[in-house]
């Protein structure tokens, strides 16, 4: 197995270069720069050190992932070409280094030996400059994944990598709906490196208008005061910097508390309140309902990037590049003239997304209210052709199914009772689907048309000075009747 020596160059001054490190970057041979942008390269050159970098992929690869992806491409095969290799970065390899972060996965995996030997992060020396203590709290973040960071507007945020006037015009963007463009922030370059550190304060606005940003300036925003709204209300990047306030140091007891588990029941119930919006057509309602949904969404993300396991980046990009792989008539070449044809090629890719192996009703949530899984599980099997030919034989079933929970009922053999129900529901969902209904929303609207008329008959009685319940049968069968005459749309609510 070969071996790959990565090794922190720290942040500028040779004399702040381990020994150890030094001696590694003299012997080790080949030696690679993930750039040689860097203070210490003049020097390492005066040393005799023979080395290469990777500075010319910044020009030729259109993104930073695909720089990274290059470079552990080509360290991986040279470590087991050659058996030993070097590997130099700026600062502390562990500190803001995707490159290294993507070798110890290889190491991880066994694939590699890699081997890191560190240095002073430029974490130390921007702490001097700036005279910060990170012990108040303090959010590091790297500029180009800044979107993919649980982001605390009321603590210090340091950006790091602030490589060029686009990068900064990228990272002000993202900022300004939660600080505001005025709000004063620092940019710091070549800190810790005498005669070359420069730190300058500004309103965040102009950031991307220093001509002197380089691959060594970081930014500094300081952190609102707690009492301060984190940001203008309609932005996404404010209800974020909120969420993650609350669940921060200084947050919402309640909120911190929150986990997957623990908000499961909140989940549902919001999702239910969304489709009573809809089914009242209040729009105002509708929008306070989505907001508490997305609330539900945005929480989650939070307690996963909190944990290192997902951002709400990510998720979202999850679902784009599903909504692109999915509309391949509306983002490629593919075909797709209705919405039956939709459906089919929606079906493929995602059966070839989760291979071909994997059972046509796997994946249907368990947690579905059982008409509305027991109806996705018949269109599934009805797609493999495993279905009735025509809707009489569906009315067939049905008779069928009733007649064996009335004998079933008859024995009085509750276990039984409970298998025929199921069996009859199961069939008049099934007749639901051939007739074009949604079983879950058919059965919802008519138990919300119920809870209607029966609020009504109580209203009638309490205006009479009754009680409902005083009513003999025929009199509730005609406040019934009363209450279906006067139609749906006639009830309050």
């Not at 470590?79 to 490159?99: F, I, N, Q, S, W």
């Not at 709000?183 to 370059?189: A, G, I």
């Not at 999915?326 to 939709?342: D, I, K, L, N, W």
């Not at 989760?354 to 109806?375: T, V, W, Y």
Request: hydrophobic share 45%.
């Amino acid at each position: 197995m070969g071996k790959l020596w990565v090794v922190g160059l720290g942040p500028g001054p040779e004399e702040l270069l381990p020994r150890a490190n030094l001696a590694v970057l003299q012997r080790v041979r080949p030696l690679y720069l993930r750039t040689a942008q860097h203070p210490l390269v003049g020097w390492l050159a005066e040393q005799g050190v023979d080395f290469s970098s990777f500075d010319s992929l910044y020009e030729t690869k259109p993104t930073f992932a695909a720089v990274y992806e290059a470079i552990v491409e080509t360290l991986v095969a040279e470590t087991a070409k050659r058996g030993e290799v070097g590997y130099a970065v700026p600062g502390h390899p562990l500190v803001a280094e995707e490159t290294v972060q993507r070798l110890l996965a290889y190491h991880r995996r066994g694939e590699i030996e890699v081997a890191v030997l560190p240095a002073m992060s430029c974490l130390d020396v921007i702490f001097s400059a700036l005279n910060l203590d990170p012990a108040t709290g303090l959010v590091v973040a790297e500029a180009t994944r800044l979107g993919e960071t649980a982001l605390h507007a009321n603590l210090g945020l340091l950006v790091l990598q602030v490589y060029n006037r686009r990068v900064a015009s990228e990272v002000k963007l993202f900022l300004a709906p939660l600080y505001g463009d005025e709000w004063p922030v620092y940019l710091v370059r070549a800190a810790g490196v005498a005669g070359e550190e420069k730190v300058a304060a500004m309103p965040l606005y102009a950031i991307d208008r220093q001509a002197w940003l380089d691959h060594l300036t970081s930014l500094y925003v300081p952190p609102q005061d707690p009492e301060r709204r984190v940001g203008p209300p309609g932005s996404f990047a404010t209800l974020l910097a909120t969420v993650a306030t609350l669940r921060g140091p200084n947050g919402c007891p309640w909120d911190k508390a929150q986990t997957h588990a623990s908000l499961r029941r909140y989940l549902l119930e919001e999702t239910y309140e969304v489709l009573e919006a809809l089914d009242t057509g209040n729009e105002a309602a509708l929008a306070e309902e989505l907001g508490d949904l997305l609330l539900q969404v945005v929480l989650h993300a939070q307690i996963a990037a909190e944990a290192g396991h997902f951002s709400i980046g990510e998720v979202i990009a999850s679902i784009n590049e599903k909504m692109y792989r999915r509309h391949p008539h509306v983002f490629g070449s593919g075909q797709a003239r209705t919405p039956a044809e939709v459906m089919v090629n929606w079906k493929r890719i995602k059966q070839e997304e989760k291979g071909e192996d994997r059972s046509l009703l796997a994946g249907i949530p368990k947690a579905l209210p059982a008409l509305a899984r027991a109806q996705k599980v018949q269109e599934r099997a009805a797609a493999a052709n495993f279905d009735w030919p025509d809707i009489d034989g569906v009315w067939e079933k049905l008779r069928e199914e009733a007649e064996e929970l009335r004998q079933a009922a008859a024995g009085g053999r509750q276990p039984e009772v409970e298998k025929e129900l199921g069996d009859l529901l199961f069939a008049v969902v099934n007749l639901a689907r051939f007739l074009g209904v949604d079983a879950e929303e058919a059965l919802r609207r008519s138990t919300e048309v119920f809870v209607r008329r029966f609020a009504y008959m109580e209203d009638r009685c309490r205006r009479a000075g009754r009680a409902l319940d005083q009513l003999g049968p025929e009199e509730l069968d005609s406040l019934w009747e009363e209450a279906k005459a006067l139609g749906d749309k006639n009830f309050p609510g």
